[in-house]
T-cell receptor, first 112, second 125 residues
Framework: QSVLTQPPSVSGAPGQRVTISCAGS?????????VHWYQQLPGTAPKLLIF???NRPSGVPDRFSGSKSGTSASLAITGLQAEDEGDYYC????????????FGGGTKLTVL | EVQLLESGGGLVQPGGSLRLSCAAS????????MSWVRQAPGKGLECVSL??????????ADSVKGRFTISRDNSKNTLYLEMNSPRVEDTAIYYC????????FGSGGNRFDPWGQGTLVTVSS
């Protein structure tokens, strides 16, 4: 059971828009700690996709965007492409847990 | 170009020991905290351990506390994870990843970027 809750899977057709939610609590996302998103394509290491809730690292297409409100965050992907298929994880900090670093359970994105 | 190259993974018996290494290049190693993040087969991500840029501050997940030791040699630009008394549930791909600050936690410092390619650790008799 992950501290941050993500849907196990989402899907969309090429060109469509999909969103992935990340639900937290008042000790992590709701406490104003930043949310970061990682993309893990099949057989590869995770890669930072969004940092500080809304920022894209250099080289990440603007088709990817992040938002945060209250105790939740979301990742939106527009103009879906076949190469976007993979797993997506949200991550934050939790002040109430000794582990401190918390990840979502991951969401598998399927491009139909 | 920043590069992180893990090594040392393999098959280890429960109760044995194994040392993982992560060779870093392309950045000033001692200016950044480092981390080990693992992923069990078919599962999600778990931050196992963190270490500050000078090696003086460490942090462990409860699941490995007292069994694993993180360390770094800044003269060799290398990060280590000593795994003692591993358990079957420690089987995973272990990734090293850079933190954006010299301290392990801090405002703007709680992300992992970049990541190495990972090394597979299998704990089995």
């Amino acid at each position: 059971q992950s501290v941050l809750t993500q849907p196990p899977s989402v899907s969309g057709a090429p060109g469509q828009r999909v969103t992935i939610s990340c639900a937290g609590s008042n000790s992590n996302i709701g406490a104003r700690y930043d949310v970061h998103w990682y993309q893990q394509l099949p057989g590869t290491a995770p890669k930072l996709l969004i940092f500080g809730n809304t920022n894209r690292p250099s080289g990440v297409p603007d088709r990817f965007s992040g938002s945060k409100s209250g105790t939740s965050a979301s990742l939106a992907i527009t103009g879906l492409q076949a190469e976007d298929e993979g797993d997506y994880y949200c991550q934050s900090y939790d002040s109430s847990l000794s582990d401190r670093v918390v990840f979502g359970g991951g969401t598998k994105l399927t491009v139909l | 170009e920043v590069q992180l190259l893990e090594s040392g993974g393999g098959l280890v018996q429960p109760g044995g020991s194994l040392r993982l290494s992560c060779a870093a290049s392309g950045f000033t190693f001692n200016n950044y905290a480092m981390s080990w993040v693992r992923q069990a087969p078919g599962k999600g991500l778990e931050c196992v351990s963190l270490i500050s840029g000078d090696g003086g501050t460490t942090h462990y997940a409860d699941s490995v506390k007292g069994r694993f030791t993180i360390s770094r040699d800044n003269s060799k630009n290398t990060l280590y994870l000593e795994m003692n008394s591993p358990r079957v549930e420690d089987t995973a791909i272990y990734y090293c990843a850079t933190r954006p600050l010299v301290t392990i936690f801090g405002s703007g410092g709680n992300r992992f970027d970049p990541w190495g390619q990972g090394t597979l650790v299998t704990v089995s008799s």
